[in-house]
């Protein structure tokens, strides 16, 4: 079974700085993919990015980038210029390709603070 | 377009006791999905259900049923909650082509 990790409970970020969460994960698969979601207090889970394993490319969204590193099963998601309303709840969650449809293996979760 | 809707939003109930939560999608989406968050274990798959008439199970099913009657509706039913149920639940639903889902607002619920 796939396992997500994040190391980091609680972070915190200046408005307007750049900020890093991790992630790593367990698998033994070669094609699936990756995503980080965003929990903000109002609970409800807000896509941020997606990433497919066989793309070599990082994804980017507006402020927000990824850091695939596939050797090292590594998945981290960069915050530029950060901003009060990204203070929130994020999660790292891990899909298998082929036919596992969309069912998500989730981390514990990173809780960022974005102070003023 | 409402996207995933879910009733109700917070739920009390006493150990012992039955009810339904219910979840609905209006994308047309074939894959939908009921997950329970607890703190500091993320979210975890209960069931799913890749279309009509087709469910199964996910990582933590004890305790929970579900049935797909229609594309749009896949409702959660507990049987006789117990206190080890008190959670937020999310339903969610996707293309089955595409990887990401779509979740509803959440329902809290308390099992006293």
């Known amino acids: 079974a796939q396992t997500v990790t994040q190391s980091q409970p609680e972070m915190s970020v200046q408005e307007a700085e750049t900020v890093t969460l991790s992630c790593t994960y367990d698998?033994?698969?070669?094609?699936?993919?990756l995503f980080w979601y965003k929990q903000p207090p109002s609970r409800q889970m807000i896509l941020v990015i997606r990433?497919?394993?066989?793309?070599?490319q990082n994804a980017t969204e507006n402020r927000f980038s990824v850091n695939f590193q596939k050797a090292a099963k590594s998945f981290s998601l960069k915050i530029s210029d950060s901003q009060l309303g990204d203070a929130a709840m994020y999660f790292c969650?891990?899909?298998?390709?082929?036919?596992?449809?969309?069912?998500?293996?989730f981390g514990q979760g990173t809780i960022l603070t974005v102070h003023p | 377009n409402a996207g995933v809707t879910q009733t109700p939003k917070f739920q009390v109930l006493k150990t012992g006791q039955s009810m339904t939560l219910q979840c609905a999608q209006d994308?047309?989406?074939?894959?939908m999905s009921w997950y329970r968050q607890d703190p500091g274990m993320g979210l975890r798959l209960i069931h799913y259900?890749?279309?009509?008439?087709?469910?199964d199970q996910g990582e933590v099913p004890n305790g929970y049923n579900v049935s797909r009657s229609t594309t749009e509706d896949f409702p959660l039913r507990l049987l006789s909650a117990a206190p080890s149920q008190t959670s937020v639940y999310f339903c969610?639903?996707?293309?089955?082509?595409?990887?990401?889902?779509?979740f509803g607002p959440g329902t809290r619920l308390t099992v006293t």
């Open positions: 969610a639903s996707s293309p089955l082509d595409r990887g990401e889902q779509y």
């Open positions: 698998t033994s698969e070669s094609d699936y993919y």
């Open positions: 990433q497919e394993a066989y793309k070599q």
């Open positions: 969650a891990y899909r298998s390709g082929g036919t596992s449809y969309g069912k998500l293996t």
């Open positions: 994308m047309n989406h074939e894959y």
């Open positions: 259900s890749v279309g009509a008439g087709i469910t």
